[in-house]
């Protein structure tokens, strides 16, 4: 890899449809915010021609969205394509966010790709985000690559930097995550700081020196091979530990020499396996230079060391009913299998989503079936609808490209797709078929809303409806009990970007308002009560009177009837009405206007009018008959209780069993999870973990992550209950 000689392609590296999947490669790019992620895509299509210096695009000079800052905020945080083409490949980049908030959009990212680039600054290292983000390509074998940026920063050290990411990402064989190439350095400046301006490559010995703008090959100085030959002797051994062949290794040790072209496609066979890491360096051009350094090699890696799409096994794909379907893969005449990993509000044409073909060719103004199931608790109905593809395309910026077709293996945004939502799947209308959906973060930091005047009112359900079909991360929620809208986020930046999108998008102004958890209560102690509803106005009158006795029952238990009226005090007829009466009062409360729950209220006597008793009556007497006995009995106010269950790094499991206590928390259990992570199970009231989707990762420096469920409500302590009763009258 690396030991051709390239230069500018020009427009050619403008890639549009690809004929067939070996001539694709689909890469993904992962790291924290600031590693350098969208500067090294610029500078890798730079390269390849599709841009030139000044940042615009090679088709008459229209400004690309790399010179608008608006736009490339936006893309911070979320998803985006840039197709180039590289020697005849088409390399279709995806670039992801590098906010923990934005993890769905880094998700959807991985799924669309076949191959990982890791970007890792020299300033900043790795951090817990980006070291489970590798762990995700782990667990399903992805390929991966590292590359170091920053490092023109002062003190910054490629060899220091490859030791973090051995020690990061090689926990199995730290002799996996091997450099490529190494830097060489320039003369000092005044600052004492010597610039990276070229690198050598450790298999082919060449040094490929980009001071100059371009980059040129020439042979390494005497003092540079020492350190040259210690690096190439370890990087050897690493791909001959990886080799198919077994034989290998013992010739070598042997004293054999091994030519380098088969070191080489051992290289690209590891890579491509996912079990060699390579680490290279890479940096954008300077002024008015055509190549930045490490991008020719970056880009060879990918093209020569990267899976096709041929290489990727497909995720499960059954009919609408749930019937096994088995498909050859990433073939582009096969039946058409495409999944929506995107989905986005153009002002212009509407909703525009992000396509991976997996099977078939999708064409456009073609008739498809769209088949969406599993996401019914986050706002997504399931649906199986049919709707017509719009134009294809392909997306280079604010610009969209037109394209004849998209094969299997390729990606392109189609237009006008309606009902299609974000982890959809697309299927030839005369044979629907269903992916299985790759796994969703659960979003667990409640924002609840209110439209800001009459006018938002009537454009929210719209707005929220669009909202959840664009972020599958999003949980939208009509809470029934609180009668609040919440919406579900995963930190305060995807709750912000929410909002913000809201009123940009959809023209729709919100107020936050506090969150509340759906509060219950019950009888402490056993009560009677005795309801009398005696009107007499003239004309039909109204009589009921009962006699109730109430008594608290176990957690879980609801609201428990019985009648033990004897002699007809009451009419056998009236009985369920008073029943009726009881429980829509127990729906609205007793004390605090909380619904009343876990108590067994038993009918022991009442009386009756032959003319004047009614329906209505006795359910009003039910009523009055609850609520006396409510008067003369101590009420509990109950919290909701999740189980809440924590994965976290052994260096912070002090720290997070004694903020859970913190937060009134019952650990339950500890066990040990893999190497160096423990799940520590706890009880905690839902009032005191609205935002611990935030806290949990300011506390553990974003290496934990939590789930909860709801367990039970279970009676509040006094100081609490008198607090939240307090806070409630004033808020009313």
Known sequence: MGDKAHTHPGAAGR?????????????????HSGSGKTTLVEALALTAGAVNRAGRVEDGGCVSDYDDIEHRQQRSVQLSLVPVDWDGIKINLLDTPGYADFVGELRAGLRAADAALFVVSASDGVDGSTRMAWEECAAVGMPRAIVITHLEAARADFAEMTRVCAQAFGAD???AVLPLYLPLHGPEGADGHAPVTGLVGLLTRKLFDYAGGERKESEPGEEDVPRLDEARGRLIEGIISESEDETLMDRYLGGERVEVDTLVKDLERAVARGVFFPVLAAAPAADGARQGLGTVELLELIVRGFPTPLEREAPAVTTVDGRPRALQPCDPAGPLVAEVVKTASDPYVGRVSLVRVFSGTLRPD?????????????????HDVEERVGALSTPFGKQQRPVTHAVAGDLACVAKLGRAET???????????????????????????????????????????????EDPTMRLEQNQDTHQVVLWCLGEAHADVALERLRSRYGVQVDVVPHRVPLRETFANKSAGRGRHVKQSGGHGQYAICEIEVEPLPGGSGVEFVDKVVGGAVP???IPSVEKGVRAQAAKGIAAG???????????DGKAHSVDSSDAAFQTAGALALREAAADARIH??????????????DYVGTVMSDLSGRRGRVVGTEQVGSGRTLVRAEVPEIEIGRYAVDLRSLSHGTARFERRYARHEPMPAQV???VRREEREAS
């Open 637 to 650: 106010l109950l919290e909701p209780v999740a189980e809440v269950s924590v994965l976290v790094g052994d």
């Open 594 to 604: 909380h619904p009343l729950i876990d108590v067994r209220v038993t009918l022991l």
């Open 173 to 175: 064989d730290p002799d």
């Open 721 to 723: 209950a008198d607090r």
């Open 572 to 574: 056998r007829q009236f």
């Open 15 to 31: 890639a549009t449809a690809a004929d067939r999947p070996t001539s694709l490669r689909n890469v993904v790019l992962v790291g």
């Open 366 to 382: 073609e008739t498809v079936h769209v088949c969406g199931h599993g996401l019914t608790d986050r706002g997504h109905e399931d």
């Open 423 to 469: 982890g959809d799947t697309l299927s030839a209308k005369d044979d629907p078929l269903l992916m299985a959906p790759w796994e969703m973060p659960d979003p667990l930091l409640p924002l609840a809303i209110e439209a800001h005047s009459k006018a938002d009112e009537d454009k929210l359900s719209q707005g929220l409806a669009r909202l959840a079909a």
